[in-house]
């Protein structure tokens, strides 16, 4: 993760997809010291919402799983 990455932003309550969105500042937690992202969202809301407010995935994370559903799926047709 690093600031530049475009992300898909879930709600993390309902896991319902918000938006996709651009990491524009990475900060640590003091209490996990773990990274967490400032994402601002795309479209007309420009909103900013902190990683840990919220579920995210990378966008290469997100096409890597897409591509093996896919090949996961003509594998399943061919039997």
């Keep these: ?3 530049g990455d475009r992300v898909q932003v879930f709600d993390e309550r309902y896991h319902r997809p918000i938006g996709w969105g651009t990491i524009v500042q990475v900060a640590r937690n003091v209490h996990t010291d773990e990274e967490v992202p400032l994402i601002m969202l795309e479209g007309k809301s420009q909103r900013k919402i902190w990683g840990d407010r919220c579920d995210w995935i990378t966008e290469e994370a997100f096409v890597k799983g897409g591509i093996r559903i896919f090949k996961d799926m003509k594998e399943r047709d061919r039997k």
Excluded: E, G
Aim: net charge positive; proline share 0%.
């Design 1 to 3: 993760m690093k600031t």
